[in-house]
């Protein structure tokens, strides 16, 4: 990223719009130093954004002047971008170029956040072209700098598009499970049940019960394993174990609780649970004590 630096006008950083303030890579910051820079937060439709304001005026305090929330995969507000990155190209020095009229654009951004879409849905909208790279909702799919796309005539524009990179030490377990929750990680790096706890956890605190109602549960709970056997047993995920006991062989049903809590984690992330602010604690500057929802079980990281 850092040899192709010298051909850029602009950087836009993707991030995920459930955790706007935690997660991005400090080393975005130090290592591509001066160029103008937009932050494009993506997935708005799985974000709770009733504190947007809020969440602007933190980020401003970051340094973070140019923000666009964004919905790449219905090209909402994606419109913005063009002009707002060619503003920001016309008040910088272009040191390098010469007359050359187009702009050069690096996409950068954890994984798994929406940079590919975010260029196919810029596509869509200025060239009334589709796919130019290839997306995948998992982490990993982008996986060289690639070749310069064209994305717009007028300006003419081009982008960057290159991998996620996480930073080498997340600064918390926290913001660890976060950035697992939003799919930036692999989930079996971090255990599906491990992370279906923090879901649970998370949207217990949150008091976001949709879950209780999409599996039929009755009502909350805070055990992740009663909520998986639940799912498990809802979902026909179940299995036949023999058992040796003193009297001879019985046949158990066993819930199939790794399958649970995939598609637990499957069902929050399509938004079917309601949206989310996971970085809720952030933006209060002084959280409640005693919020409700158990702390998942510590795990060795």
């Known amino acids: 990223m850092q040899s192709s630096l010298k051909l850029v006008d602009c950087i836009i950083e993707v991030h995920d719009a459930r955790i706007p303030l935690s997660g991005r890579n400090p080393l975005f910051q130090e290592t591509l130093g001066l160029k103008p820079h937009l ?4 997935k708005m439709d799985l974000a709770d954004l009733k504190e947007r304001q809020k969440i602007i005026r933190h980020l401003e305090g970051e340094g973070l002047k140019n923000v666009i929330f964004t919905n790449c995969v219905k090209d909402e507000n994606v419109k913005q971008i063009v002009p707002m990155v060619t503003e920001l190209v016309g008040s910088s020095y272009r040191y390098h170029r010469g007359e050359s009229l187009e702009y050069c654009i690096m996409v950068i951004g954890v994984p798994n956040v929406g940079k590919s879409s975010l260029i196919n849905s810029l596509r869509r909208q ?6 130019a790279t290839r997306v995948g909702g998992e982490p990993g799919i982008t996986r060289a700098v690639m070749s310069r796309i064209q994305v717009c005539e007028r300006p ?3 982008l960057l598009d290159t991998p996620g990179v996480l930073a080498p030490r997340i600064e918390s377990v926290e913001t660890g499970l976060k950035l697992a929750l939003c799919g930036t990680v692999l989930d079996h790096l971090v255990g599906e049940e491990t992370l279906a ?5 998370t949207l217990n605190r949150h008091e976001l019960f949709g879950y209780v109602q999409h599996y039929g549960l009755g009502e909350a709970c805070d055990d992740i394993v009663s909520v998986l056997k639940r799912v498990a047993v809802k979902l026909g995920k179940t299995q036949k174990v023999k058992v040796l006991t003193g009297t001879g062989d019985v046949n158990v049903i066993q819930p199939n609780y790794p399958a649970a809590a995939r598609d637990f984690l499957r069902t929050f992330r399509s938004g079917l649970l309601g949206p989310v602010m ?3 604690d952030t933006l209060q500057s002084h959280p409640s004590a005693g919020a409700q929802g158990h702390r998942p079980a510590e795990t060795d990281p």
């Open 197 to 201: 706890d923090y879901l649970l956890y």
């Open 278 to 280: 996971l970085d809720r």
């Open 39 to 42: 932050l494009v937060l993506n």
């Open 156 to 158: 003419l524009m081009f």
């Open 126 to 131: 200025h060239l009334r072209k589709g796919k």
